[in-house]
């Protein structure tokens, strides 16, 4: 059988991959397969049901409503909140079961179906695995009194911004910021918890109408964010993605800060409070070997898992670590959220240049980030990737080649119909003759 999850939901094209049949029959077998674990057992099953701003999110929404209240359980309409968001009002409510529609960074025309536990956690491989089984088995439902409610809870975005202002304790008074809000979730939460919080905020790509989220914007488009902190004068410029649960940032002078150098801030930033656990980070195998060398020199260490933030954090809950993320923005502060999100990240890095009176650059300037060239390779069957022979002879012969002086990752996305090529080396030129070359075998070895 088809795996239906990735590594961050289910997601596909909006109404032809994902329909509006298979977010009621998802949403169904998701209301059984947790009934059948006993999470809904003495109390009615409630569920909490976010989304982003595309347009497909309201068939999508009416969709997953009607296969959970048929199911049975209540429902709760957070209406256009971020992922992380999500995440928070979950476990505010008491829910047993979070839905966000959202395909994140993804184009417009995808969506996505995520859905969390209580607690707002990221549900279990295991549990995705049986929801797939049960899709379209015969089912008894329930009728009269025992149908599910459905209401909307109006105050989801002043109730999450409350929260992400109260988990720093220094105000942002004096400085200012561009937020790029992408057209997308946090358009509304964003502006508004950075100005609680004391800062003056210019909110750009803030004005969605259900086609333009992630359009030439947010933080896979840099370039209005640079320019626009520029032009304001602002300390810092942060650019969130469809959903919010990433942000990478632009210093005063218009350098990107990506997620590498965020995490390395946040990590120095928690060890000099006293409050890194155990005075490690989690990354990915994709961070930069100049983070990895910056946090060991001082005295800080780096555990690296695969590629996802469903790694990451399974990492650090295993081994009880407070900080996690990758270097495509998405930072994990356990302390305050289950998830990655964009705007409570923003706003710990701002504490860290309120109480330090430093500047973004000068802080990010811990870690030298080693050239690194990543070509995504479309077109190809992703599926093969790991068993190709000729491709893992010239990844081979390519690693002989650099030795010590980089490296080189080639993974197949869990999101996208691609394949990653990434060479780390001294020189960009020479990673990008080397990514190149891999990307010429990749497209060769493994066509449609």
């Keep these: 059988m088809t795996r239906l999850f990735g590594t961050d939901g289910v997601r596909g094209l909006a109404n032809a ?16 397969v947790l009934a059948d674990r006993g999470e ?6 409630l569920a909490v049901v976010g989304r982003d701003t595309r347009i497909s999110g309201q068939f999508l929404e009416a969709a997953v409503v009607a296969g959970l209240a048929s199911a049975g359980v209540d429902v709760l309409l957070l209406g256009v909140l971020p992922t992380p968001g999500v995440a928070y009002m979950t476990e505010r409510l008491g829910a047993d079961l979070g839905v966000m529609l959202s395909a994140s960074h993804n184009p417009m025309p995808d969506n996505g179906i995520k859905f969390l536990a209580r607690g707002g956690h990221k549900l279990d491989d ?5 929801i797939e089984r049960r899709m379209g088995e015969p089912w008894d439902r329930p009728t009269g009194g025992d149908v599910g409610r459905v209401s909307v809870y109006a105050s989801a975005v002043e109730e999450y911004a409350a929260h992400l202002e109260s988990t720093i304790s220094h105000p942002l008074v004096g400085l200012k910021v561009v937020l790029d809000c992408a057209e997308g979730a946090a358009y509304a939460a964003g502006p508004r918890a950075l100005e609680d919080a ?6 750009i790509h803030a004005d969605p109408d259900g086609l333009n989220i992630n359009d030439d914007c947010g933080s896979t488009h840099l370039g209005d964010l640079q320019k626009a902190v520029v032009e304001h004068g602002a300390h810092a410029g ?15 002078e218009g350098n990107v800060v990506d997620g590498d150098q965020i995490l390395a801030i946040l990590a120095l930033s928690l060890r000099d409070q006293g409050r890194l656990a155990k005075d490690t980070v989690v990354a990915t195998v994709m961070s930069n070997l100049g983070f990895v060398q910056a946090l060991r020199a001082n005295e800080v260490g780096v555990r690296q898992t695969k590629v996802g933030d469903r790694y990451v954090l399974e990492a650090m809950k295993v081994s009880g670590y407070n900080l996690g993320g990758e270097q495509s923005g ?15 990240t923003t706003l710990h890095v701002m504490e860290r240049m309120a109480t330090t009176g430093r500047s973004l650059a000068d802080l990010a300037a811990v870690m030298t980030r080693l050239p690194q060239v990543l070509v995504n390779v479309a077109g190809v069957d992703k599926s093969r990737a790991d068993d190709d022979a000729v491709l893992a002879a010239a990844i081979a012969e390519e690693e002989a080649a650099l030795g010590d002086r980089g490296r080189i990752l080639l ?3 869990g999101t996208e119909p691609i394949v990653r090529v990434m060479v780390e080396a001294p020189t960009q030129g ?7 070359r891999l990307a010429d075998v990749v497209k060769r070895q493994l066509a449609l």
Excluded: K, M, Y
């Design 330 to 344: 998405h930072v994990i502060l356990s302390d305050h959220a289950t998830t990655g999100d964009g705007i409570l």
């Design 40 to 45: 809904f057992e003495g109390h009615r099953p």
């Design 238 to 252: 942060f650019a969130l993605d469809g959903d919010a649960d990433r942000c990478l940032a632009v210093d005063a």
């Design 17 to 32: 991959d994902l329909t509006a049949e298979l977010a009621l029959d998802l949403s169904v077998c998701a209301a059984h």
């Design 198 to 203: 004391g800062a003056t905020v210019i909110a």
């Design 411 to 413: 993974r197949p996305s």
């Design 430 to 436: 020479e990673a990008q003759t080397v990514a190149a």
């Design 126 to 130: 295991a549990i995705e695995i049986a």
